[in-house]
Every structure is written in structure tokens, then in C-alpha cells.
């Protein structure tokens, strides 16, 4: 069934689209990293979308009912500035809003000792579930913003100087930061960026792996991605840079380990 019927209740409460709606406004998704200021300031979101995105932020699904996520609020411009220089994302500090997505296992840990209950030992589970509590609050708050006429962009960053940005946010253990999320009225000319053919991405039923020819198809289609200023892209020297030996992924896994070992979000093995 591709359309609900008009005495459907959903489609009678105003909440369905068509499918051609869904699609234009997610292909208007673009992640933005120039924001409109006033007077070099940030122009900050009113309150009444701040509230609508917060509130989308909590309508997220969410793990065992648990809410294992929490949002800093970065509101304090020296926060900002500080936040924007540690993540080397400068955008921090001119957006309409910004925020850190945390996992969170701390609070679920307290309500249990309200009644004497010790945590179980589920760090791994924790780290499961927590990311991606996480991820649906953030990417419910962005689409939220989006829909209000904003644009935004996650800022992984936050790996850069991971043990600096817990200390600076006072973030007690079992609370890791997952990324910072920006959001603001865009002040730039965004490219549509492609994506991998659905085919290579999704599935049918079995895994399927794709051959040479295949992935060289999509390197193609994903070059544009990559260029800078006139030049074209060359997109698999941009992951070999993120994700190849020596990159900056690697760069990133120790420091990761060292801070989810300290707020005691380490797996066992
Ligand atoms: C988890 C995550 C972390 C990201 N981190 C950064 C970042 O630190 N800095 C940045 O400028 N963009 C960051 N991005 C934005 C991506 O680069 C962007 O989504 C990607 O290039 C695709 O572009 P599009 O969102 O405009 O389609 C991040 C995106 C995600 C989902």
C-alpha cells in the first residue's frame, strides 16, 4: 500500500505526506557549516523552535524505555569558543545552536541506587544501546530544525580532544560524548552530496558483496563529494585519510579508549 486512505486517522490528522514530499524534503537535506550572525554574533534559534526541536529530541525512540542519552546545551559563548576550538569545528560558536549528544548510563544508575540496586556489568551493552539512543535524539533534533527552515552539522570533532571536552562539560562517569551538533540558518551555497547507489547499500535478504567493478562505480559517484574549490574529488583519497593506517581515525582510537575506560563505558574483553 503506497498512499494511506483520506478516513485513515493518520492521514486524518494532517501527519502524512506523500511520498514525493518525503523525498524533496529529505534530498534538501545539506549539512551546513556557515551560519548567518548578527553583528558577528550568533543569531540564536527563538525560543519556541528551540522548544520544538528539544521536544523532537525526546520523542525519540529509545532503548528498554531508558533514555540512556543526554543533550548539553552549549549556551555560554566562552563554552562555545572553547568547544569550537577543541573540536577544531568554528562553526560552534557562530550557529543559532549547539549541542553535544551524549551517551548516558550515568542517571539509569542512580535511579536503580535510589532503591539499592547495583548496576549490572553491561559496558558493552551500554555502549550499544547509549550510542544510539544518542544518535535518534540527535538526528531528531536536525530533522526537527530542518523542518523549521535550518540547516545543520554534526560534529564528530568531538573524538579530537575527547579527555578535555569531558572535563570542560563536567561530565561524570558513565557519560561519554558521542558528537556536537550544530544547527543555525545557512549562510552558504551547499552542494546536493551524493550518496552510494542504493543497490550497493541496502540488502536483500542476504549480504551481498560488491565486486570491483561495483565499488569503482561508486567511487565515481561519490567523487563530487570530495572537491575543494574547483578541483574534483577524489573520494577514496578522503577515506584513505580518514581510515586507512596512520589516518585520522586511528589518531582518534586511543584517546577514545583512554576517556571510555575512565567513565567506566570500557567493554571487558
Ligand atoms: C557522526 C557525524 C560526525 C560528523 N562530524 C563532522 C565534523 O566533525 N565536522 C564537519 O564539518 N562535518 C562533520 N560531519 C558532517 C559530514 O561530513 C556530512 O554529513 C557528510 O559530508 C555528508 O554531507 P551532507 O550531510 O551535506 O549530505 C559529521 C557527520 C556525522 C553524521
Not at 537535506?29 to 525560543?47: D, K
Request: charged letters at 20%.
Amino acid at each position: 500500500m503506497s498512499e494511506l486512505s483520506a478516513s485513515d486517522p493518520q492521514a486524518a490528522s494532517g501527519r502524512q505526506q506523500t511520498a514525493e514530499q518525503v523525498r524533496e524534503f529529505f534530498a534538501g537535506h545539506r549539512t551546513v557549516r556557515q551560519y548567518r550572525t548578527e553583528g558577528g554574533q550568533p543569531i540564536p534559534l527563538p525560543q519556541d523552535h528551540l522548544d520544538a526541536v528539544l521536544y523532537a529530541a525526546q520523542r525519540a525512540p529509545t532503548h528498554s524505555t531508558s533514555q540512556l542519552y543526554s543533550v548539553v546545551q552549549l549556551s555560554d559563548p566562552a563554552v562555545r569558543a572553547r568547544m569550537a576550538e577543541l573540536t577544531g569545528n568554528a562553526h560552534i560558536a557562530a550557529a543559532g545552536a549547539a549541542f553535544v549528544l551524549c551517551a548516558d548510563i550515568h542517571r539509569t544508575a542512580q535511579i536503580l541506587r535510589l532503591d539499592g540496586v547495583e548496576p549490572g556489568a553491561w559496558p558493552d551493552v551500554a555502549n550499544h544501546f547509549a550510542v544510539g539512543d544518542a544518535v535518534m535524539a540527535g538526528q531528531n533534533l536536525l530533522t526537527a530544525a530542518e523542518m523549521l527552515g535550518y540547516q545543520g552539522c554534526w560534529i564528530g570533532g568531538v573524538l579530537n580532544h575527547l579527555a578535555e571536552i569531558v572535563e570542560l562539560l563536567e561530565l561524570p562517569a558513565g557519560v561519554l560524548p558521542f558528537s556536537a551538533l550544530t544547527v543555525g540558518l545557512s549562510d552558504e551555497d551547499t552542494p546536493y552530496r551524493p550518496r552510494l547507489e542504493r543497490e550497493t547499500v541496502v540488502h536483500q535478504d542476504r549480504y551481498r558483496l560488491p565486486d570491483e567493478a561495483e565499488l569503482r562505480r561508486n567511487i565515481e559517484q561519490m567523487n563530487p563529494i570530495a572537491a575543494r574549490g574547483g578541483q574534483p574529488g577524489d573520494w577514496a583519497r578522503l577515506l584513505k585519510m580518514y581510515w586507512g593506517a596512520g589516518g585520522a581515525m586511528e589518531q582518534r582510537e586511543a584517546g577514545l579508549s583512554a576517556v571510555k575506560e575512565r567513565q567506566g563505558l570500557q567493554g571487558s574483553r
